[in-house]
Nanobody, 122 residues
Framework: QVQLVESGGGLVQPGGSLRLSCAAS????????MGWFRQAPGKEREFVAAINWGGTSTYYADSVKGRFTISRDNAKNTGYLQMNSLKPDDTAVYYC???????????????WGQGTQVTVSS
């Protein structure tokens, strides 16, 4: 079992930045790929970014490429999502997830956090 807890969400103006954190406990975090997903009201949960276990490969949704950066610090059992140039369309609950493979699909991840709200509004 892996327990994941997100933090760092909040209210930010368009063009602003936030850094989300995902603290892991339980089984060895470094053994898992990590993904970030988001879900806006009335919409399905969608892929945002993913990183392999070693942090050497990253993947992004087209909608966030160039603005968001995923990273991880296995020594601290923590993953991050740096979000810059935020837009109102980025408003959603953001979830981190852990799984055996680096994938873009919700069902390929085995462990999920509870989510953190990000609101982009002036």
């Amino acid at each position: 079992q892996v327990q994941l807890v997100e933090s760092g969400g909040g209210l930010v103006q368009p063009g602003g930045s936030l850094r989300l954190s995902c603290a892991a406990s339980g089984r060895t975090f470094s053994s898992y790929a990590m993904g970030w997903f988001r879900q806006a009201p009335g919409k399905e949960r969608e892929f945002v970014a993913a990183i392999n276990w070693g942090g050497t490969s990253t993947y992004y949704a087209d909608s966030v490429k160039g603005r968001f950066t995923i990273s991880r610090d296995n020594a601290k059992n923590t993953g991050y999502l740096q979000m810059n140039s935020l837009k109102p369309d980025d408003t959603a609950v953001y979830y981190c997830a852990a799984g055996f493979y680096v994938r873009r699909v919700v069902h390929d991840y085995d462990y999920w956090g509870q989510g953190t709200q990000v609101t982009v509004s002036s």
